[in-house]
């Protein structure tokens, strides 16, 4: 490959690194330990696609169209469905219920309009039709840029349904769990921000200048090689920090009336203070549920209804009043001391709720 420019190889290294990656993890997700878990089988399934991409752009960084034309884009069509399987990864992820339903078939309809597209103009193309279209037809506006942009619109509007799952995710979390670091996913909406910046990129070099494409190739070449080392990576250690899963809370068909409620949220509350229950980190709505007799979503309709806040604000405003005590009672204690003490995970998510609820910092509180 002599006189073959840096950036060119550099790329064609990147390439078949996120190709060999992808298929690695891949295989680890379908290892005995990890498929018993349906979330894990869609994240295998995300890691092929991505190595069908990346298999196919090293067959035409190869000269794989000249040689062997009869091959040519038969992988191409599966780049289409990579954010689409993201998608299901994070449904899977954050609806612990969730199965493919006949309705979800639909989401494959890009799939088959590009494999039907190819298998017209490629696959099923004499030998000139074929040589015709690989040699000019690829230089056409339809292929050039129409196809390319729609596809860049289509994963885009994809990783906004990512965002929504996401969102909607995090305030179910707070009807649960009295702490919710490492559970909030936030890695994941981190990792599909910088996915999304991928393809605002390609869309930039589709439609812009040309001379700027041999550097923005490189660059989606190593965006691509980290997107799957962290997804993997951080996707793994999330699995194996797993202890529960959580349930919906659904206030549909309630047997509770209204003097239910408040009675059911004084208990809650009374329980609270006598035994100091938000003191623990790990305290879950299930838990408090199981003290107090009733159901989960019983308690967290009271709370929300009498209370007027989720489960997670609820816990922690009494572990501020709790932290407001101390930081008056004993002027040298340490903030952190004081924030694990009355139940909190970290000092910056003390910190964070502390001047939600009160509007001042722990220090300025104290002075």
Same mark, same amino acid.
């Given at each position: 490959?002599?006189?073959?420019?840096?950036? &060119?190889?550099?790329?064609?290294?990147?390439?078949?690194?996120?190709? #060999?990656?992808?298929?690695?993890?891949?295989?680890?997700?379908?290892?005995?330990?990890?498929?018993?878990?349906?979330?894990?089988?869609?994240?295998?399934?995300?890691?092929?696609?991505? $190595?069908?991409?990346?298999?196919?752009?090293?067959?035409?960084?190869?000269?794989?169209?000249?040689?062997? !034309?009869?091959?040519?884009?038969?992988? @191409?069509?599966?780049?289409?469905?990579?954010? %689409?399987?993201?998608?299901?990864?994070?449904?899977?992820?954050?609806?612990?219920?969730? *199965?493919?339903?006949?309705?979800?078939?639909?989401?494959?309809? %890009?799939? $088959?309009?590009?494999?039907?597209?190819?298998?017209?103009?490629?696959?099923?193309?004499?030998?000139?039709?074929?040589?015709? &279209?690989?040699?000019?037809?690829?230089?056409?506006?339809? /292929?050039?840029?129409?196809? !390319?942009?729609?596809?860049?619109?289509?994963?885009?509007?994809?990783?906004?349904?990512?965002?929504?799952?996401?969102? /909607?995710?995090?305030?179910?979390?707070?009807?649960?769990?009295?702490?919710? +670091?490492?559970?909030?996913? $936030?890695?994941?909406?981190?990792?599909?921000?910088?996915?999304?910046?991928?393809?605002?990129?390609?869309?930039?070099?589709?439609?812009?200048? *040309?001379?700027?494409?041999?550097?923005?190739?490189?660059?989606?070449?190593?965006?691509?090689?980290?997107?799957?080392?962290?997804?993997?990576?951080?996707?793994?250690?999330?699995?194996?920090?797993?202890?529960?899963?959580?349930? %919906?809370?659904?206030?549909?068909?309630?047997?509770?009336?209204?003097?239910?409620?408040?009675?059911?949220?004084?208990?809650?509350?009374?329980?609270?203070?006598?035994? $100091?229950?938000?003191?623990?980190?790990?305290?879950?709505?299930?838990?408090?549920?199981?003290? #107090?007799?009733?159901? !989960?979503?019983?308690?967290? +309709? *009271?709370?929300?209804?009498?209370?007027?806040?989720?489960?997670?604000?609820?816990?922690?405003?009494?572990?501020? +009043?709790?932290?407001? *005590?101390?930081?008056?009672?004993?002027?040298?204690?340490?903030?952190?001391?004081?924030?694990?003490?009355?139940?909190?995970?970290?000092?910056? @998510?003390? /910190?964070?709720? &502390?001047?939600?609820?009160?509007?001042?910092?722990?220090?300025?509180?104290?002075?």
């Amino acid at each position: 490959m002599a006189g073959t420019p840096p950036i &060119f190889l550099v790329a064609l290294v990147l390439a078949g690194a996120t190709l #060999l990656q992808a298929l690695c993890f891949s295989s680890v997700m379908f290892s005995a330990r990890f498929r018993a878990n349906r979330t894990n089988l869609y994240l295998a399934v995300v890691l092929l696609l991505l $190595a069908a991409t990346k298999a196919d752009q090293l067959f035409q960084m190869l000269g794989g169209l000249e040689m062997l !034309p009869n091959f040519a884009f038969v992988l @191409a069509p599966f780049q289409v469905l990579v954010t %689409p399987a993201l998608y299901f990864y994070v449904r899977s992820r954050v609806q612990p219920d969730f *199965a493919l339903r006949r309705s979800d078939w639909f989401h494959l309809l %890009p799939f $088959a309009a590009y494999a039907l597209y190819l298998t017209i103009n490629v696959y099923a193309a004499g030998p000139v039709e074929r040589a015709v &279209f690989l040699s000019d037809g690829l230089a056409r506006p339809a /292929n050039r840029l129409v196809i !390319p942009i729609l596809g860049d619109v289509l994963q885009l509007g994809y990783i906004v349904a990512v965002f929504v799952l996401l969102k /909607n995710h995090g305030i179910a979390l707070r009807d649960w769990y009295s702490r919710i +670091e490492g559970r909030n996913l $936030a890695w994941l909406g981190n990792l599909m921000a910088g996915w999304a910046a991928v393809f605002l990129l390609h869309l930039f070099l589709t439609i812009g200048p *040309a001379a700027l494409r041999p550097v923005g190739f490189l660059i989606l070449n190593g965006a691509h090689f980290l997107f799957v080392t962290f997804l993997a990576v951080l996707a793994l250690a999330d699995f194996l920090r797993q202890r529960s899963t959580m349930a %919906p809370v659904r206030y549909k068909d309630s047997t509770l009336s209204e003097e239910d409620r408040v009675d059911l949220f004084a208990r809650a509350k009374e329980l609270m203070a006598e035994e $100091a229950l938000y003191r623990d980190p790990d305290l879950t709505l299930a838990e408090l549920a199981d003290r #107090l007799a009733v159901l !989960p979503r019983e308690l967290s +309709e *009271a709370i929300n209804g009498q209370g007027g806040v989720n489960f997670f604000e609820f816990v922690n405003r009494k572990r501020i +009043e709790h932290a407001q *005590a101390l930081l008056v009672a004993d002027k040298q204690a340490r903030v952190l001391s004081i924030a694990l003490d009355s139940g909190f995970g970290s000092k910056s @998510a003390f /910190n964070a709720a &502390f001047k939600r609820q009160t509007g001042t910092s722990p220090t300025e509180y104290r002075r």
